[in-house]
């Protein structure tokens, strides 16, 4: 097939290639080594890239007009098409065929106008981030003027646009304009600056400004405000690390992140997009991290590529009801200038790469993200959500660095596709909660006390992974240490445990005795539930007076502490108040629907099935608005807020457990009790029922298997938080399947502990898989209770270390049906191979062992070697991407070439030699089961190979040796594989 046939076969291929990210980018990058290699004129070049025009209908343009050039300009487009998106990052469809690479024009160059069109990539890249200076060189010799300039500054445009349109500009002024241009970035190059090097003076009114914002923020980020309450607590004082990590799939996924990595380059997918995302679950500590961030600038302690920080709150966002431009926005919401706004706004404009937004919570806007309304102009009015989904998706301040925070479930891939990283929040460590208990306690005696409970509590100790959590279960400390047995285990048990805290700490009376405290306060509570619940579903978390009014809300009330005035930007001075964490706000909800008598009694139905509600009394206002866009008949389209109304339903399943049934005893009848449990046990009986009748029927010789639904795992721990093992055990005993697949569920510790709870009860042996989560080693821990009826655990990219894998060996040598493992992608080193070798050493009906790209060098390989002498039954052994070298190959080879079990191994990427080749071709001539041995990527020569070959002259059972990417040329390559066919390169 010709490469014009080809340009035509996969058209739509690539188009999609060109145009899918959203960004003209890649299409423009083609255009330049077209241009360069002189294969388009430039009256063909403005034809193809018409201002204005769609993306698509720009590329199809130059697509036709490659296909009618012919067969050379095809082959040219190719090779760019390869350079610009090579395979490496995924282009789904076939260069094959096409120039290998592009080769550059050794001709001397007889006009600078002609070097500028010819060296068109390479000047595009230097004049990246440096455009000013350029401009400010043609501007100081006449050749520019100042339109001109501005007309190249425009912010709609991308830096490397900008620097096309200086190119485009310059070439149209002549020789003149092009060679002082050459000779600026040749003085560049020979000074040895880089773009990020440059940065402007400011005027004087900025500087002053600059220290204006600094110390707003300063002042507004000092003290913890997420859910300090009024103790004005110190953040200097209090906080804590969470462990940050990149996309699993990302390459530079491993190895720890500090809050500069955050707007570093690390992990970016698109370089072409500002946008960083920062996603966590609820309380994982989201906006005391963007807090933390703030404070370091407004010190001059981070972030100092930043001129400018413009901090703001989704939340707050919320209660402008005015359009504004984006001037209006940055200096209405955030900080005044004394005066020059317009030269400070200018400045900003002028320079985006200097200028850093934040936005904390973009799942609390009353709408979803929509890129439909495209804005352009920095100076134009428009509703506040318009102009930060125009600011995140780049149409506004193109070039301006934003940092948003949100839940995981707000985001779709209607937004993924306009970021240029995410980087997610994984709450704390153990030493994180170590590290923050003894921060928030002065008195190391206390702390010690504190942490010596969560030691003895291991359902508690997962809680506490969860930064808010961590923050109550410290707060109450005095709650904890004296409950004895009835220590926390759930959620519930500790919002009730601060519910608690924070009346007993009001009351006139003192510490009321026994469980009575509840019904002293019972009128604060449901003033307090009801201001929850019919709000919440307006995505509305700051209350005006009107509203507390509304629900009865009183001075006494506010002065619990649950309440906390607002740092609202809107324009109104009266007093607005919210919950001290949404989190709180939810549970008083679900507190209002368990004790008030004015609820629906459809309100708990529909709470669990998220379903349309009828304007049914209370229930239309709380929850109508709330659902999922798709589950709606009319109005806007809102955020999503099914996860607030999960953590409701998880609250009121934890709140009608039998544990805390002597607390509604005096505040609600127990017929009434009753007959709510029982809705929220049938609910969560029909809601397991239906993922079940999902599952598919397996493929004749496959195990039937099961991939969780979004709603699995939060219905699994709304039965974990009502206590009833008879629930679990009747939803487990209606789950028939072999593999139970919870891949990417944002699985933590907590719902380690909800999993292990219910899984437990299942009837048969299962595999569970939990690869791409956030595990942990706290997480295993919890997890071991189910151990007993996984028969194969799958943990991949779960960030465990050899301190989790001790305990879930000692736990899984105890378990008969424990019989396989997959660990990729952890943090384990040469210290968890003894416990695997002790494993393998006990357990003879072991198959299966999995610890790929990891930290295990040849000592750990001699450590395995160990309990491989003595096993009689492993079948599968995965140790790719280590460092075990050759020695290490060489202490397996000598116990596993006597092994009559052993079906697959993997070595890749190990840094094997011919000498370890050698040593495995023991295995390969002595084995009786062996089938496939996996070599890749390692540093195997011809010696190496020709043993390889010589031991399966004597081997017929082995299938295949893999040995891609090894120290051998083509030729030897093309040589061997005519020798031996099972060999594979």
Not at 587 to 604: C, G, H, K, M, Q
Request: proline share 3%.
């Amino acid at each position: 097939m010709s490469v014009q046939e080809l340009v035509l076969k996969q058209r739509t291929e690539i188009l999609h290639a060109l145009c899918s990210s959203g960004s003209a980018e890649h299409l423009e990058q083609v255009l330049d080594v077209l241009l360069a290699e002189e294969e388009l004129s430039w009256e063909e070049y403005q034809n193809v890239q018409v201002p204005g025009r769609a993306l698509y209908t720009n590329a199809r343009q130059l697509l036709d007009l490659v296909y009618t050039k012919g067969v050379d300009t095809c082959g040219l487009f190719l090779a760019a098409l390869k350079q610009v998106l090579p395979e490496a990052k995924g282009v789904g469809f076939s260069l094959t065929g096409c120039r290998s690479s592009l080769e550059g024009k050794e001709e001397y160059q007889s006009t600078s106008s002609q070097t500028l069109l010819t060296q068109r990539p390479s000047l595009v890249r230097e004049l990246q981030g440096c455009t000013d200076g350029a401009l400010q060189a043609l501007l100081i010799s006449g050749l520019f003027t100042t339109a001109d300039c501005d007309d190249v500054r425009l912010p709609i445009h991308t830096p490397s646009q900008q620097a096309r349109r200086l190119l485009d500009h310059v070439r149209s002024k002549g020789e003149s304009a092009a060679k002082t241009l050459l000779q600026y970035i040749q003085q560049k190059q020979e000074s040895g600056s880089t773009p990020t090097q440059e940065k402007p003076t400011p005027p004087k009114e900025f500087v002053k400004y600059q220290k204006k914002l600094s110390s707003s923020v300063s002042a507004q980020s000092c003290f913890l405000s997420t859910y300090g309450g009024t103790s004005h607590m110190s953040l200097d004082d209090i906080y804590t690390e969470g462990q940050l990590e990149l996309g699993h799939d990302c390459a530079d996924a491993h190895g720890s992140l500090g809050l500069e990595d955050i707007v570093g380059t690390a992990g970016t997918v698109n370089e072409e997009a500002d946008t960083v995302l920062v996603s966590g679950e609820a309380g994982s500590g989201k906006s005391t991290l963007l807090q933390r961030l703030h404070l370091l600038w407004a010190r001059g302690t981070a972030l100092q590529d930043f001129l400018l920080l413009f901090p703001f709150s989704c939340r707050r966002l919320n209660s402008e009801q005015r359009e504004l431009s984006v001037q209006e926005l940055l200096f209405q919401h955030c900080c005044w200038p004394d005066r020059e706004q317009e030269e400070i706004f200018q400045f900003i404009l002028d320079h985006p790469h200097l200028i850093l937004f934040t936005f904390d919570g973009l799942d609390e806007l009353k709408q979803s993200f929509s890129d439909e309304h495209r804005l352009c102009c920095p100076t134009q009015r428009a509703p506040v959500h318009v102009l930060l989904f125009n600011l995140i998706q780049g149409s506004l301040m193109k070039g301006v660095r934003k940092v948003v925070t949100s839940r995981p479930e707000a985001v779709g891939p209607l937004l993924k596709k306009h970021l240029r990283k995410e980087v997610f929040l994984k709450g704390f460590s153990p030493s994180g909660i170590d590290c923050f208990v003894k921060k928030h306690h002065s008195d190391p005696a206390v702390a010690a006390k504190v942490l010596g409970s969560l030691q003895t509590n291991t359902a508690l100790l997962g809680l506490c992974h969860s930064p808010v959590l961590c923050w109550i279960v410290s707060q109450c400390h005095k709650e904890l240490l004296g409950c004895g047995e009835g220590s926390p285990q759930t959620i519930t048990d500790v919002y009730l445990m601060i519910l608690q805290h924070f009346l007993q700490r009001q009351s006139s009376q003192g510490s009321t005795a026994g469980s009575g405290w509840l019904h002293e306060h019972l009128q604060t509570v449901l003033h307090l539930g009801q201001l929850a619940f019919e709000l919440i579903g307006t995505t509305c978390y700051i209350f005006s007076g009107a509203d507390l009014e509304t629900c009865g809300v009183t001075e006494k009330d506010i002065s619990m502490g649950f309440l906390i005035q607002s740092k609202d930007m809107s324009s109104t001075r009266s007093k607005r108040y919210e919950f001290l964490h949404v989190t709180l706000q939810c549970f008083f909800a679900a507190l209002y629907i368990v004790l008030s008598n004015n609820t629906d009694r459809s309100t708990i139905p529909k709470l669990f099935e998220l379903k349309d509600l009828k304007e049914t009394g209370l229930s239309s206002a709380c929850f109508g608005s709330c659902l999922p866009s798709t589950y709606q008949q009319e109005g806007e389209a809102t955020a999503a807020e099914t996860p607030n109304l999960q953590i409701t339903a998880t609250f009121v399943s934890g709140l009608l457990s039998q544990r805390h049934q002597s607390l509604w005893l005096h505040c609600c009848p127990s017929a009434v009790m009753e007959k709510r449990v029982r809705q929220v046990v049938r609910c969560l009986s029909k809601g397991m029922q239906k993922h079940f009748k999902s599952i598919p029927q397996p493929v004749e010789g496959e195990k039937k298997s099961m991939h969780a639904m979004p709603g699995f795992v939060w219905l699994i721990k709304c039965i974990y938080e009502m206590q009833e093992s008879r629930i679990a055990k009747d939803a487990m005993s209606k789950l028939e399947v072999d593999h139970l697949k919870l891949t990417y569920c944002n699985i933590g510790p907590v719902e380690c502990t909800a999993l292990a709870y219910v899984l437990q009860h299942l009837k048969n042996p299962v595999g569970l898989q939990l690869d791409n989560n956030s595990v942990g080693d706290v997480g295993v821990e919890q997890l071991l209770p189910c151990m007993h009826i996984c028969n194969s655990l799958y943990l991949r990219n779960n960030n465990i270390t050899d301190e989790g894998i001790r305990k879930l060996i000692a736990k899984g040598i105890q378990c008969d049906n424990f019989r396989k493992i997959a660990l990729f992608n952890n943090q384990l080193t040469d210290a968890c191979t003894q416990h695997f070798s002790h494993l393998l050493k006990t357990k003879q009906n072991f198959l299966a062992l999995r610890l790929g790209n990891n930290n295990i060098t040849a000592e750990g390989a001699k450590q395995l070697a160990e309990g491989l002498k003595f096993n009689h039954s492993l079948q599968y052994l995965g140790l790719w991407g280590n460092k075990i070298g050759d020695a290490g190959a060489e202490a397996l080879a000598q116990v596993l070439e006597s092994s009559n079990t052993l079906v697959w191994l993997s070595l890749a990427g190990n840094g094997v030699g011919s000498r370890g080749a050698r040593a495995l071709a023991n295995i390969i001539k002595n084995s009786a089961s062996l089938e496939e041995i996996w070599l890749i990527e390692n540093c195997i020569t011809r010696a190496g190979v020709e043993c390889l070959i010589q031991a399966l002259e004597h081997n017929t059972h082995v299938k295949s040796i893999c040995l891609r990417n090894n120290d051998l040329t083509p030729e030897e390559v093309e040589e061997m594989t005519q020798r031996e066919s099972r060999l594979i390169f």
